[in-house]
């Protein structure tokens, strides 16, 4: 098989994995942008809705709907705290966290299969799984 049928092989199962285990709801969003804000909302005390709006360089309404699939999805949970009931704080979930463990393991695989065929991988696909 020549490298560029392999690559375009490797890139098809990668995109179907991300496929068949991201919710629905989230299947259209960059995975980019999708990995940095659960990166984002990782610690425990939660990061603003403003704040990860500026920092994934985001309109406030794409933030706001994103923000609503991600809770329909139950990737993230939102609160407004006691002391400052303006603010909504989101946090990824231990769901979200499982599931981006499962793609980043089945990517992992796919990646490692075609090494052993000899393919050569770019830092973009090393990147986009976690690695």
Not at 30 to 43: G, H
Not at 114 to 119: C, I, K
Request: with cysteine; hydrophobic share 45%.
């Amino acid at each position: 098989m020549a490298e560029d049928e392999l690559g375009i092989d490797l890139y098809l199962a990668l995109h179907g994995t991300w496929l068949s285990r991201i919710p629905r709801l989230l299947a259209g969003e960059n995975p980019d942008r999708l990995i940095r804000l659960l990166e984002l909302a990782e610690p425990r005390a939660g990061i603003s809705q403003e704040a990860m709006r500026k920092e994934l360089k985001l309109s406030q309404s794409h933030m706001s709907k994103l923000k609503d699939r991600l809770v329909a999805a139950d990737w993230v949970e939102v609160w407004k705290p006691v002391s400052n009931p303006r603010l909504l704080l989101m946090r990824s979930t231990p769901k979200a966290k499982a599931s981006m463990a499962a793609i980043r393991s089945a990517m992992e695989s796919l990646c490692a299969v075609t090494s052993r065929l000899g393919f050569r991988q770019d830092g973009n696909v090393a990147k986009w799984i976690g690695s």
